[in-house]
């Protein structure tokens, strides 16, 4: 579902009713909601630029930080100012979604992103976390949510991400197994079922998804990379791992944010573009 967020509130930063209900109840049927028109593009601008140059650092490396196939990256946005924007990374709509969905004290574990380079391969299907625990009969509710943005305007031309409608409801893969891959004979067996979408989003749009819900990284036929910020949101309870750090300075963006940003702000420089490592990536497959 795309939500178009309206002027009057954009102008009072509140998701209306209507919309805040079609947002859950988006996520709880089909895993995932698109809210248009609630970031800057001027934000949205320079991040893309300072991106852009930050990947041609990266392509530097020894070792690419590949995501399960040649041409998709994980590549992390500055950690400083000026290029941490409250409409990324405590965007208030998001933030009353997450809320109606995790509830009270809920936190962002992750402030990464994915590039999908000119040329790249197609991604297996998978999940990004499967169900909490092992033998459901019946998904549980969401317990962590993943919020992407894009800094253009993304569709099949510029590699969007592929999405599969009302699979985070499939109990087949949980947390802990050996592999976050879906089963082959199972993405063909659901596709005659709910076949998948494209996730298109205009500029200043962000998706957010149910973690579970499997999607994956298609090619990027185009002649520039698509960067994708991702964060997640977790249900209070569900605490792991150590806090995220940010260059001081970024203080004031997440004043009455509404929730945990799980933040440490340090003066120490903050090694962010060598610091990813190749996911599922294998000598001889290349880069």
Request: net charge negative; with cysteine.
């Amino acid at each position: 579902m795309r939500i178009t967020i309206r002027p009057e509130e954009i102008s009072s930063s509140k998701i209306s009713n209507v919309h805040l209900d079609q947002a859950v109840d988006a996520i709880r049927n089909d895993g995932y909601v698109i809210l248009e028109d609630i970031v800057s593009h001027a934000h949205l601008d320079l991040l893309h630029e300072k991106m852009d140059d930050d990947l041609r650092t990266l392509m530097t490396a020894r070792v690419l930080p590949i995501n399960f196939t040649r041409g998709h990256l994980q590549q992390d946005p500055p950690p400083f100012a000026p290029y941490v924007f409250r409409d990324v990374v405590a965007n208030p709509f998001v933030v009353q979604v997450s809320k109606k969905v995790l509830g009270d004290g809920f936190f962002n574990s992750f402030y990464s992103g994915n590039t999908n380079c000119p040329g790249s391969k197609i991604q297996p299907v998978h999940v990004d976390t499967g169900q909490l625990w092992w033998g459901l009969k019946v998904a549980h509710p969401a317990a962590s949510l993943v919020v992407n943005i894009a800094f253009v305007d993304v569709d099949e031309h510029n590699g969007s991400i592929e999405l599969w409608p009302g699979s985070h409801l499939d109990t087949s893969i949980a947390t802990g197994d050996a592999t976050i891959k879906v089963d082959e004979r199972h993405v063909e067996s659901r596709r005659k079922v709910s076949p998948p979408v494209r996730g298109n989003t205009k500029m200043g749009s962000m998706l957010i998804r149910d973690i579970r819900l499997w999607h994956r990284g298609m090619p990027n036929p185009s002649d520039h990379p698509r960067q994708m910020i991702a964060m997640i949101h977790n249900i209070h309870w569900f605490r792991q791992g150590r806090p995220l750090q940010l260059n001081k300075g970024c203080e004031g963006v997440f004043d009455d944010c509404g929730f945990d940003p799980n933040v440490e702000f340090t003066d120490e420089p903050i090694d962010y573009i060598f610091r990813n490592h190749p996911y599922d990536y294998h000598e001889g497959h290349g880069n």
